[in-house]
């Protein structure tokens, strides 16, 4: 069974292939009240970053409670959360004899308040961590619960390059470059764009795709409410409440703008097909990446990925094997690896093989879902 929160117009559950999906209703208006309420105090600094009303017990309190009770008269054998720990004692206290596994694909458990999250941790019986940048923090900030700690990777599909086909036709010396992601500071799209503005003054057949969703940039986004690193947490200061994607283009040369496109989110498909028609790949991240999934999805393609050495990308790529890594925020580093790729084309498709060789040995779904089915078996057994 999988759980989500209900949007209007949802049906209350649904069967697929063998999952049955239920969508749990939105909570009571005061509990909708007090989120906003809380989330005010969170975007005026008025709470400590590590007491955060996300990470609270009240936070979609309605929503936990609910799925607790759902699962007790299914008798769940083993239940997965993914990020909010806050969940784990109410589906404990209605379950207690299930196995409760705890995925994090973030730094939450280092980053937020010891006291809330140390009951939370001792009624899970297995985390999962999609890196071990996450797992190896974990197990320092809580050498008690260290032995309960696995690392599985993230993955793709490599079926789903079959149906895609043929690339567009394009210019022979056009050269692309693609950015997959959130459109938000912490993935350090800013820096991306002062690095083409110098790329497009030097490559005029070089192109820009920003491909990802768009939204106003909030006063406490709770990926970085909660950083203790300054060069995350100076990103609120900078660009909280802000237009981001206004400011980018705010901030294009007159040659580079002519050749970035920012598309906001797009379809599955398309995105497969902006893979495929691309050349290099770049994620300039800021904020520590768990893994970094489009890295591997670039890869299935054949194209090398530049990226900041941050979290766990370099788990991911090999430095300067199937990528190359430069430091969060250096501008000058960014546009000179990038340089280094458009003119060398031998490298970076050799780059490419091997980013691709790595991704179908290491980092496919099905192996991902043996790593993840084995952990549920050793915990179960316990």
């Not at 297995?126 to 309960?148: K, L």
């Not at 567009?168 to 692309?176: D, H, I, Y």
Request: proline letters at 6%; glycine letters at 8%.
């Amino acid at each position: 069974m999988c759980y989500s929160y209900r949007e209007p117009g949802q049906p209350e559950s649904a069967t697929l292939d063998g999952v049955e999906y239920k969508w749990i209703e939105p909570a009571p208006a005061y509990d909708r009240y007090l989120r906003k309420a809380r989330k005010a105090l969170d975007v005026f600094g008025l709470i400590p970053p590590d007491h955060s009303y996300f990470a609270s017990s009240l936070y979609f309190r309605h929503y936990g409670h609910r799925i607790a009770q759902d699962l007790q008269s299914d008798r769940a054998d083993i239940v997965h959360v993914q990020n909010f720990s806050q969940f784990i004692p109410t589906i404990k206290k209605y379950n207690p004899s299930a196995k409760l596994i705890l995925h994090m694909h973030c730094d939450w458990l280092i980053e937020l308040n010891r006291r809330w999250l140390q009951p939370r941790l001792a009624a899970t019986d297995a985390i999962v961590c999609c890196s071990g940048y996450y797992a190896n923090g974990i197990r320092e900030a809580w050498p008690e619960f260290a032995s309960r700690v696995h690392v599985v990777y993230n993955g793709i599909n490599p079926e789903e390059l079959t149906g895609i086909g043929e690339a567009s036709p394009r210019p022979r010396e056009c050269f692309r470059i693609l950015f997959v992601g959130r459109v938000v500071p912490d993935k350090g799209v800013h820096i991306l764009i002062e690095a083409f503005n110098g790329l497009a003054e030097e490559f005029p057949h070089a192109e820009l795709a920003i491909v990802g969703s768009i939204s106003k940039y909030p006063r406490a986004s709770p990926s970085i409410h909660a950083s203790k690193e300054l060069m995350v947490r100076e990103l609120s200061a900078k660009f909280g409440g802000m237009a981001y994607e206004k400011y980018l283009r705010n901030h294009l040369t007159p040659a580079a703008a002519e050749r970035v496109t920012i598309t906001g989110a797009v379809s599955r498909t398309e995105l497969l097909c902006r893979y495929r028609d691309s050349d290099l790949l770049v994620l300039p991240s800021i904020l520590p990446e768990g893994f970094g999934i489009p890295i591997i999805e670039a890869a299935s393609w054949g194209l090398p990925t530049v990226a900041t050495r941050r979290g766990g990308i370099p788990e991911v790529i090999v430095d300067g094997e199937t990528g190359c890594l430069v430091e969060a925020g250096d501008t000058a580093g960014l546009r000179a690896a990038i340089a280094d790729l458009v003119r060398d084309d031998v490298r970076r498709r050799r780059m490419g093989q091997a980013a691709r060789a790595r991704a179908l040995e290491f980092f496919t779904w099905g192996q991902i879902v043996e790593q993840l089915e084995h952990v549920y078996e050793i915990t179960y057994d316990k």
